[in-house]
């Protein structure tokens, strides 16, 4: 792991990637969970590939669901955040 964020950090450094950019891949490195605002009428909110996650529902409710590449098998207006879970670096 420390490859990887002397990596990003040189990136920022030669300006080859922007402080932002450089926040969010640092983050990533030590993220287990993320976890996304989903508004189907934005396509930046959607799941980038087909597959089960991790959504929270309108009411609160926490489970799998998946998304068929073009939306949930559930009712899309009751989700409101989707997650991908990751494993945590070692």
Same mark, same amino acid.
């Given at each position: 792991?420390?490859?990887?964020?002397?990596?990003?950090?040189?990136?920022?450094?030669?300006?080859?990637?922007?402080?932002?950019?450089?926040?969010? *891949?640092?983050?990533?490195?030590?993220?287990?969970?993320?976890?996304?605002?989903?508004?189907?009428?934005?396509? /930046?909110?959607? #799941? +980038?590939?087909?597959?089960?996650?991790?959504?929270?529902?309108?009411?609160?409710?926490?489970?799998? *669901?998946?998304?068929?590449?073009?939306?949930?098998?559930?009712?899309?207006?009751?989700?409101?955040?989707?997650? /991908?879970?990751? #494993? +945590?670096?070692?």
């Amino acid at each position: 792991m420390e490859t990887e964020i002397l990596e990003i950090i040189i990136q920022h450094k030669f300006d080859h990637i922007s402080s932002e950019q450089a926040v969010s *891949e640092l983050l990533d490195l030590f993220a287990v969970i993320n976890w996304v605002a989903f508004d189907f009428s934005k396509l /930046e909110t959607r #799941p +980038p590939k087909y597959g089960k996650y991790l959504i929270t529902r309108k009411d609160g409710k926490i489970h799998w *669901e998946t998304w068929n590449g073009s939306g949930w098998a559930y009712n899309h207006n009751e989700i409101r955040y989707w997650a /991908e879970i990751k #494993p +945590p670096c070692l």
